[in-house]
């Protein structure tokens, strides 16, 4: 069936904002100012600042939900159901997940490469898959553990092309390695966050923008406050300012003040982790949840072509190579095979059969509701 132009709106909105979000953020890194007190012109990298602006971009959603609702009701007939009653504070280990994963993710996006951080990003299929295992009971079919092990195969191609090229010559390799090794324990944490939602929140049927909003209002909370300590711990080589601290707010701001454009940056990634979210969720809904993940795997391509195009990355075969197994791995761990094989004789298989889209809609719909999303 043809698309209509609305949901090629939405897919575009979902594909362009997804790429907006990683590439804004790598932007704020790359751009250099003063600091405080006549302090060295140095590169902005606050970590934990830009996820506190990614939250409040996800915040944000719980504005879009009550707009959505209000304009629903003045219909002749609405087709949102009421919002239902729940406790908050179930959203709080989910979100204090977020809220570290995210944290993990912008310190490594200072380390590493934007497509490397991207592709890498994709090892949250296996912890996700062995998570559901151990805590969701679920079963996984054969294609789903094929995918697995076909996406550990193209996490190690995207880790040998970043030990064999040198995009980043603002970090050493030790530094670009960790960077690769965080996102991949990000990954560990956002997992933990997927199967916390799915098992606690979701049968709680509560609005998916409702809900990352309500862990965006969480997460904005927490780490605003945790930016007070975070101004007097020593942060060693994991730190960008000159005070050598884990997050130096104050002079984030004096960097803004002195170029303007870090606002554009920062900007970008807090609006278009609100039109991300409310894009994917309505592809999810007026389309399809495996469209949703095709669309979420070629914003790497673009992501990629920009950090090629505007000189912050060199081309290295092996990301090829790397991006096209891990594209592999997910389509086989989502079932994007299924229709292929349904198309042969002995490729048909029941509707209800282990592994189909109805069986993984919960990953699916995790995944959608944790950040970044983007973070």
């Given at each position: 069936?043809?698309?209509?132009?609305?949901?090629?709106?939405?897919?575009?909105?979902?594909?362009?904002?997804?790429?907006?979000?990683?590439?804004?953020?790598?932007?704020?890194?790359?751009?250099?100012?003063?600091?405080?007190?006549?302090?060295?012109?140095?590169?902005?990298?606050?970590?934990?600042?830009?996820?506190?602006?990614?939250?409040?971009?996800?915040?944000?959603?719980?504005?879009?939900?009550?707009?959505?609702l209000c304009s629903d009701r003045r219909r002749p007939e609405p087709t949102m159901a009421p919002p239902q009653s729940f406790n908050p504070l179930l959203f709080l280990p989910p979100a204090l997940c977020d809220m570290t994963g995210t944290s993990l993710m912008y310190v490594a996006l200072n380390m590493t490469s934007a497509s490397s951080f991207q592709m890498l990003r994709g090892a949250v299929i296996i912890f996700t898959g062995l998570l559901s295992v151990a805590f969701l009971r679920r079963k996984l079919v054969l294609s789903q553990w094929l995918g697995i092990l076909v996406t550990i195969l193209g996490?190690?191609?995207?880790?040998?092309?970043?030990?064999?090229?040198?995009?980043?010559?603002?970090?050493?390799?030790?530094?670009?390695?960790?960077?690769?090794?965080?996102?991949?324990?990000?990954?560990?944490?956002?997992?933990?966050?997927?199967?916390?939602?799915?098992?606690?929140?979701?049968?709680?049927?509560?609005?998916?923008?409702?809900?990352?909003?309500?862990?965006?209002?969480?997460?904005?909370?927490?780490?605003?406050?945790?930016?007070?300590?975070?101004?007097?711990?020593?942060?060693?080589?994991?730190?960008?300012?000159?005070?050598?601290?884990?997050?130096?707010?104050?002079?984030?701001?004096?960097?803004?003040?002195?170029?303007?454009?870090?606002?554009?940056?920062?900007?970008?990634?807090?609006?278009?982790?609100?039109?991300?979210?409310?894009?994917?969720?309505?592809?999810?809904?007026?389309?399809?949840?495996?469209?949703?993940?095709?669309?979420?795997?070629?914003?790497?391509?673009?992501?990629?072509?920009?950090?090629?195009?505007?000189?912050?990355?060199?081309?290295?075969?092996?990301?090829?190579?790397?991006?096209?197994?891990?594209?592999?791995?997910?389509?086989?761990?989502?079932?994007?095979?299924?229709?292929?094989?349904?198309?042969?004789?002995?490729?048909?298989?029941?509707?209800?059969?282990?592994?189909?889209?109805?069986?993984?809609?919960?990953?699916?719909?995790?995944?959608?509701?944790?950040?970044?999303?983007?973070?």
């Amino acid at each position: 069936m043809a698309w209509t132009k609305y949901q090629f709106f939405l897919a575009g909105l979902m594909l362009i904002t997804g790429s907006i979000n990683t590439l804004s953020a790598k932007w704020a890194d790359k751009l250099s100012a003063p600091g405080c007190n006549g302090t060295d012109t140095h590169y902005f990298e606050h970590p934990f600042l830009q996820a506190v602006g990614m939250f409040l971009g996800e915040f944000s959603c719980l504005a879009a939900f009550y707009l959505l609702l209000c304009s629903d009701r003045r219909r002749p007939e609405p087709t949102m159901a009421p919002p239902q009653s729940f406790n908050p504070l179930l959203f709080l280990p989910p979100a204090l997940c977020d809220m570290t994963g995210t944290s993990l993710m912008y310190v490594a996006l200072n380390m590493t490469s934007a497509s490397s951080f991207q592709m890498l990003r994709g090892a949250v299929i296996i912890f996700t898959g062995l998570l559901s295992v151990a805590f969701l009971r679920r079963k996984l079919v054969l294609s789903q553990w094929l995918g697995i092990l076909v996406t550990i195969l193209g996490l190690v191609v995207v880790g040998l092309a970043d030990l064999l090229s040198n995009n980043d010559k603002k970090h050493k390799m030790s530094e670009v390695i960790t960077g690769d090794l965080l996102i991949i324990l990000a990954q560990v944490i956002v997992a933990v966050q997927m199967v916390l939602e799915e098992k606690f929140v979701y049968k709680h049927d509560v609005h998916p923008l409702r809900a990352v909003g309500t862990e965006g209002f969480f997460g904005f909370v927490i780490l605003s406050l945790l930016l007070v300590p975070m101004y007097y711990i020593p942060g060693g080589s994991f730190s960008g300012n000159p005070r050598k601290v884990l997050e130096d707010a104050i002079d984030a701001f004096c960097q803004i003040g002195h170029v303007p454009l870090i606002v554009v940056a920062l900007l970008g990634n807090i609006s278009s982790i609100a039109f991300f979210n409310f894009a994917g969720i309505s592809v999810t809904k007026e389309i399809s949840a495996t469209t949703r993940m095709v669309l979420d795997s070629l914003r790497t391509v673009v992501i990629w072509a920009v950090s090629l195009a505007v000189g912050w990355e060199i081309f290295h075969g092996l990301q090829i190579l790397g991006f096209i197994i891990l594209l592999v791995g997910a389509a086989l761990y989502n079932g994007l095979h299924q229709p292929l094989l349904a198309r042969l004789p002995w490729g048909r298989a029941p509707a209800d059969a282990p592994g189909t889209d109805a069986d993984r809609e919960g990953l699916l719909a995790a995944d959608g509701a944790s950040i970044n999303g983007d973070s």
